[in-house]
Every structure is written in C-alpha cells, then in structure tokens.
C-alpha cells in the first residue's frame, strides 16, 4: 500500500486531505514542515519511504518550501542518488506566480494545488503521476 505525509497546521484542511487520501494510500500527518521532515526522514531509515508529500506553504517553525529543499538534499545525499524521489504536491490558498514559480521550479516539486480544490482534481493528479494502485 502506498504511504503519503500530509503537512498543514490547520487541522481541518489537514484533516480533509487525510480523509480525502486515505482512499488510495496509507496517511500520516504533520502540523510543521520540522515534524514531517523528521518523519520524512524516519521512513526513509526504516526503508518505507513516503510516496507522495502534500504540504502548506506557510507553517510554523518550518515551511513548505524549506520542507521540500531539505528533502530534495536529503534525497540526493542517498548512496544510489535519484533511487529515491519523492512526489511532492504543494497545496495552498496562494495562487501567487512567486509562489507558484518558487514550489515548482525552485524547490522541484511535482505539482501545485490552489485550495480550495476540487476531489477530482487531485484525483486527477495522483493518477498523473501513478499514486493510486
């Protein structure tokens, strides 16, 4: 079964994606970028990474975008560089092209999420990117 970390400090949003995703995936989560890194990183040791991250941009003690920098070098720091990529899904309420351009191309995250958002539509990108079974 698929493993996916949702990250956000509003715990209904939080709720609703684990709810939403605990259809396709096994879900744990995250009220700060600090917590789901160190869970990010205990799947990793225990050879059961996250398939797919959906995390906020803004949160305390850490955010979304440095979240996604510190498991993009953690991943690349791997013995077999690039085994290992992690899908990650940036779903926020900020539509901003700054925001946008920073999660994508910046951070390389595979995909950007304006809240509120539609079932389908992140349907739709989990089967994108072959995250249902």
Not at 17 to 36: M, P, R, V, Y
Not at 76 to 96: E, N
Not at 114 to 129: H, N, T
Request: hydrophobic share 40%.
């Amino acid at each position: 079964m698929k493993r996916f970390l949702i990250v956000d400090d509003e715990i209904l949003s939080l709720t609703i994606l684990k709810d939403f995703l605990s259809e396709f995936a096994h879900c744990d989560g995250a009220q700060n970028g600090k917590t789901a890194y160190e869970m990010f990183e205990k799947a990793v040791m225990d050879g059961k990474p996250y398939d797919l991250i959906c995390s906020d941009i803004v949160m305390p003690e850490m955010g979304g975008h440095e979240l996604v920098h510190k498991v993009r070098d953690r991943e690349k720091s791997l013995p077999v560089q690039h085994l290992l990529h992690t899908k990650i899904f940036m779903i926020s309420t900020s539509s901003t092209p700054k925001d946008m351009t920073c999660a994508l191309w910046d951070n390389d995250c595979d995909d950007y999420v304006v809240k509120p958002f539609q079932r389908e539509q992140l349907k739709s990108l989990l089967e994108k990117y072959n995250l249902i079974d």
